[in-house]
């Protein structure tokens, strides 16, 4: 069973930063696919960025520049570095994990992971 813990979320200005940390366990780090996922109230859950098991990356087009997916096997973390935040950033950010090697079209398919997080918070103010 894989355990997905996120951290980090919170309240800035538009154009600040923050980084959303997701600490896994469970499962050898380095055999799953895994994303970060954001959802408002009323709206689909929304792929924001991903990383497959090969290291290849793929990015929402609304973030591509400012976000950077990166994880440390080593501490079985993946990582967000959000950039530049904007208020229609303003979302429950999610991380996702699934076993399988999805490639690049399925990355930021919400339907794909079967392994999520309680997600955190990231609200920001204009």
């Known amino acids: 069973q894989v355990q997905l813990v996120e951290s980090g979320g919170g309240s800035v200005q538009s154009g600040g930063s923050l980084r959303l940390s997701c600490a896994a366990s469970?499962?050898?780090?380095?055999?799953?696919?895994m994303a970060w996922f954001r959802q408002t109230p009323g709206k689909e859950r929304e792929g924001v960025a991903a990383?497959?098991?090969?290291?290849?990356?793929r990015y929402a087009d609304s973030v591509k520049g400012r976000f950077t997916i990166s994880q440390d096997n080593a501490k079985n973390t993946l990582y967000l570095q959000m950039n530049s935040l904007k208020p229609e950033d303003t979302a429950m950010y999610y991380c996702?994990?699934?076993?399988?090697?999805?490639?690049?079209?399925?990355?930021?398919?919400?339907?794909?992971?079967?392994?999520w997080g309680r997600g955190t918070q990231v609200t920001v103010s204009s």
């Open positions: 996702a994990a699934d076993r399988k090697m999805l490639g690049w079209w399925l990355l930021l398919a919400a339907d794909e992971y079967a392994y």
């Open positions: 469970g499962y050898t780090y380095s055999s799953i696919s």
């Open positions: 990383i497959d098991r090969d290291g290849s990356t």
